[in-house]
């Protein structure tokens, strides 16, 4: 027996609820309409073969209220003609058909009433199964966005502890040195590679800041 036959006798938002508390709600949405289709073929079976029965039993009135109304018919003009034995026939007939036209009209009110019924509950079950169907899409957008959220936070989590903090500062540490080192670099190839005539040129200027220091120093000497 399936798994929603079992269950068949709770209200949808029952089942709803069950799904809800389901550690895979979406693999038990999809069971469900799983065997809410195996139901709902097997019905549609079932209606199908009521309606059949409902059609066979109209046919079958019809038929006999054309025939009484034919013998009818004939026996009058069987009567007109004078035919005692034409006319009893026909009339025995129209009797015969008669009770048989209200036997068939019996089994086919009957029979209607059941194919009714059987149509209300088929369309009551398609509408489960599109509701379910629905709500399977609904369970999935939720569930995989709760999948995704949990994976984002537990990546997250490994930003915000202290081994990852440790690691930018050594890091920009490491960067701090590596500039220093490369400005001292700098430097250096900057003093080495001056030449011989920058060297006494710079002297020059050197010679040139003194002598005007003592000149200007002469001037406030005291006389």
């Known amino acids: 027996m399936s798994l929603f036959k079992r269950l068949r006798d709770l209200t949808l938002s029952n089942v709803y609820a ?16 799983r065997d809410m289709t195996e139901d709902l073929e097997d019905a549609e079976k079932a209606v199908a073969s ?39 026939r026909a009339l025995e007939e129209k009797h015969a058909a008669e009770q048989k036209t209200s036997e068939y ?6 029979n209607k009433e059941l194919a009714d019924n059987l149509r209300i509950k088929l369309d009551e079950m398609r509408k489960q199964l599109t509701d379910m169907k629905d709500k399977r899409e609904t369970l999935a ?13 537990k990546a997250m989590s490994s930003f915000g502890s202290d081994s990852a903090a440790s690691g930018l500062k050594r890091m920009e540490e490491k960067m701090l040195q590596m500039e220093a080192q490369a400005e001292a670099s700098n430097e250096l190839a900057s003093s080495k590679g001056k030449s011989l005539d920058e060297e006494f040129a710079n002297l020059g200027k ?15 000497e005291k006389k």
Do not use: C, G, H, W
């Not at 009209?105 to 009957?110: A, E, H, N």
């Open 18 to 33: 069950l799904i809800e508390k389901a550690e895979d709600p979406v693999k038990l949405t999809d069971q469900y309409i």
């Open 141 to 153: 957008a939720r569930y995989n966005a709760a999948k995704t959220q949990q994976e984002i936070n």
């Open 105 to 110: 009209q019996v089994s086919f009110t009957r």
């Open 206 to 220: 050197d010679t040139k800041v003194e002598d005007e220091l003592a000149a200007l120093m002469k001037q406030y």
């Open 50 to 88: 009521q309606i059949a029965l409902e059609k066979k039993f109209k046919q079958l009135y019809e038929d006999q209220a054309a025939l009484v109304l034919k013998r009818s018919e004939q026996a009058q003009l069987a009567a007109q003609a004078q035919n005692v034995d034409l006319a009893r």
